[in-house]
């Protein structure tokens, strides 16, 4: 959806026009009560429960979201939106900068995740839908979530932030930092314009998406899935070849990542998750943040995710219970580490789904 007003970014630019990207499931009932907004990760994208277009596999949370689903496309109208900022058809880095039509590159204003939630914003106007029945997502999704909360109050009915944290911690920032530098060290990085060069730094990305991943996992599933064991060899090969199947597969995940994401993208993402802090405008207090909630809200966090721990999850609960919010709290017990909000976990499932039909009884939503 094109939207041709000015929009106002936290840096102090502002965009003369932009575009998001959506993908709606499910019917919107007549009062249009029953709208949850699905909010993607670092490295999602709109897609979140049909075929991707580019790489033709099942969508990123197609275990989450669908009929029978723990969120039940049978009964709710569900939108995803790609992120400003994300190079799935929403204003990024590589899209057309109207000023001289040529891609953005680093010219694009540095986006925040505020930024993302007001794009939202905007398009849940032009769908006509004045409050949702949830906003729902995890990791940067997590952080969107707590950002509907804080500066849509009034038009959250109920809030499930999974696997985040209400600001990124040095360690987190390192990592993203990390990442970045292997992008812009590709020789065909080019200062950012590659695209207009018609180059790739492919390279760099997939290095950034290999280390990326190792945080993503758990020490333990590590270990479960892989061990030391060797990649299609009796015997070390004493070289730099693929010797591990960790080895081959992180390459492999690099490669495949290339594929479908922009690489300046990646760059302006993981920024906006390290400037995201929840409570830097409340004198550093989170709980005065929250102060006007109005949401119920489900926080989850998993046992073996060290990238956004559950101390992190527990930080916004007590915030929350500071500011007298109604907020339940699960940790799902899993050696999967971070990435386990999109795997298949049971209780994750049980959780999601519990709290969603015991906050359409109190929404009165028909069964």
């Excluded at 496309?73 to 994300?86: E, K, P, S």
């Excluded at 204003?109 to 006509?128: F, H, K, W, Y």
């Excluded at 839908?129 to 997590?142: Q, T």
């Amino acid at each position: 959806m094109a939207f041709a007003e000015t929009l106002a970014l936290d840096g102090g630019d502002a965009l003369p026009s932009f575009q998001i990207a959506y993908q709606v499931y499910g019917t919107l009932n007549a009062d249009k009560s029953n709208a949850i907004l699905v909010c993607h990760a670092l490295t999602g994208d709109q897609h979140v429960a049909n075929e991707h277009p580019v790489t033709g596999k099942a969508g990123w949370w197609s275990l989450m979201v669908g009929p029978g689903r723990p969120i039940d496309t049978d009964r709710y109208f569900v939108i995803c939106a790609n992120v400003l900022g994300g190079c799935m058809g929403s204003t990024g880095p590589a899209s057309s900068n109207p000023a001289n039509g040529e891609p953005y590159a680093l010219d694009l204003p540095v986006i925040t995740v505020r930024d993302m939630v007001r794009a939202q914003a905007r398009l849940v106007d032009e769908l006509g839908i004045e409050k949702l029945f949830a906003v729902v997502g995890g990791s940067m999704g997590g952080m969107q979530v707590l950002q509907w909360a804080v500066s849509y109050p009034e038009r959250v009915f109920a809030a499930i932030p999974i696997a985040t944290a209400p600001r990124h911690t040095s360690q987190n920032i390192g990592f993203n930092e990390v990442g970045r530098q292997a992008v812009m060290a590709d020789p065909d990085w080019c200062g950012g314009k590659y695209l207009t060069l018609g180059k790739r730094p492919a390279k760099g990305l997939a290095v950034a998406r290999m280390a990326a991943h190792i945080t993503y996992l758990s020490e333990s599933a590590l270990h479960h899935k892989f061990g030391r064991h060797l990649q299609d060899r009796e015997a070390l090969t004493f070289g730099f070849d693929a010797d591990f199947q960790i080895e081959s597969y992180l390459r492999h995940q690099g490669m495949t990542f290339v594929e479908r994401f922009d690489a300046n993208s990646y760059l302006y993402l993981t920024r906006a998750m390290d400037y995201f802090d929840l409570a830097k405008d409340y004198r550093g207090r989170l709980a005065d943040a929250f102060r006007g909630a109005t949401s119920r809200f489900c926080v989850i966090s998993f046992s073996s995710d060290w990238l956004f721990p559950t101390a992190e999850n527990r930080s916004i609960v007590h915030s929350l219970n500071a500011s007298g919010a109604n907020v339940s709290f699960v940790e799902v017990e899993t050696d999967r580490g971070h990435d386990a909000f999109l795997l298949d976990e049971p209780e994750l499932f049980r959780t999601v789904s519990g709290f969603l039909r015991g906050a359409a009884r109190v929404r009165g939503l028909a069964e």
